[in-house]
Antibody
Framework: EMEVAESGGGLIQPGGSLRLSCVAS????????MSWVRQAPGKGLEWVSI???????YYADSVKGRFAISKDISQNTVWLQMNSLRAEDTAVYYC?????????????????WGQGTTVTVSS | DTQVTQSPSTLSASIGDTVTITCRAS??????LAWYQQKPGKAPKLLIY???ALETGVPSRFSGSGSGTEFILTISSLQPDDSAVYYC?????????FGQGTKLEIK
C-alpha cells in the first residue's frame, strides 16, 4: 500500500525556520513527483511546492524564496525547509504524490496524501 | 499564471439530487484538471483526473467533463456521505492551482 507520513510541524515564532519531513512507503520518491499542499485554518487548499523525478523544483509565489523542497531517494524522504516564517504560513501541511502530466494535455492528479502536520507561526 | 474560478462556493441539495460544480480557467489548460473531495479533518481524496477520468474506487455517480477553460464536476443520486468540500486543481506552467472550494450540504 502506498503511504506518506509527514512530521516536523510545531509552534514557531515569526521569522523562524522549520523543516518538514515526508517519508514515503510503497513507492519511490525518486521516480515520483512529490508535492506539498497546505490548508490554513478554515480555509481552502493551497498548493505550495513540487519536486519532479529529475529534481526540478517549483513554488507558489507566496513561498518562493523562503521555502525549499528537496528529497533523498536513499531515505525515500522529501523535505520542506521553511524559512522567514510568517503568521500567514500557519496551516496544516500535506505531503502528497503527484502523478504528473503529459504533453498531450492530460493531468493525472495527486493520489497519495498524508494526514498532515500542523505548523503554527505565532509569538 | 493561470487563474481559476470555482463556483458556487456553497451548495445545498437533497438526497437523490444531481448537482454540478464548475471551474473556469483563465486560459486554455487542455485537460490538465483534477477534482478532489475533502471531509472535515481529513486529507483530500482524488475523484477525477484529466478532467473526466474516474479514479479507481470512486463511485460512478461522480463524473467530470470539459476541456480548455470550462470544467464541470457532476454528482448524481446524492448520498449523505457526499457532504464535503470539493476542489478543482489545475496544472499549467509547472504550477498546480486549487480552486476556492465548494461546500456541499446534504439537506
Amino acid at each position: 500500500e502506498m503511504e506518506v507520513a509527514e512530521s516536523g510541524g510545531g509552534l514557531i515564532q515569526p521569522g523562524g525556520s522549520l523543516r518538514l519531513s515526508c517519508v514515503a512507503s510503497g513507492f519511490t520518491v525518486g521516480s515520483s513527483y512529490m508535492s506539498w499542499v497546505r490548508q490554513a485554518p478554515g480555509k481552502g487548499l493551497e498548493w505550495v511546492s513540487i519536486i519532479y523525478n529529475n529534481y526540478n523544483t517549483y513554488y507558489a509565489d507566496s513561498v518562493k524564496g523562503r521555502f525549499a523542497i528537496s528529497k533523498d531517494i536513499s531515505q525515500n524522504t522529501v523535505w520542506l525547509q521553511m524559512n522567514s516564517l510568517r503568521a500567514e504560513d500557519t496551516a496544516v501541511y500535506y505531503c502528497a504524490r503527484n502523478r504528473g502530466y503529459d504533453s498531450s494535455g492530460d493531468y493525472y492528479g495527486t493520489d497519495v496524501w498524508g494526514q498532515g502536520t500542523t505548523v503554527t507561526v505565532s509569538s | 499564471d493561470t487563474q481559476v474560478t470555482q463556483s458556487p462556493s456553497t451548495l445545498s441539495a437533497s438526497i437523490g439530487d444531481t448537482v454540478t460544480i464548475t471551474c473556469r480557467a483563465s486560459q486554455n489548460i487542455n485537460r490538465w484538471l483534477a477534482w478532489y473531495q475533502q471531509k472535515p479533518g481529513k486529507a483530500p481524496k482524488l475523484l477525477i483526473y484529466k478532467a473526466s477520468a474516474l479514479e479507481t474506487g470512486v463511485p460512478s455517480r461522480f463524473s467530470g467533463s470539459g476541456s480548455g477553460t470550462e470544467f464541470i464536476l457532476t454528482i448524481s443520486s446524492l448520498q449523505p456521505d457526499d457532504s464535503a468540500v470539493y476542489y478543482c486543481q489545475l496544472f499549467n506552467n509547472n504550477l498546480y492551482t486549487f480552486g476556492q472550494g465548494t461546500k456541499l450540504e446534504i439537506k
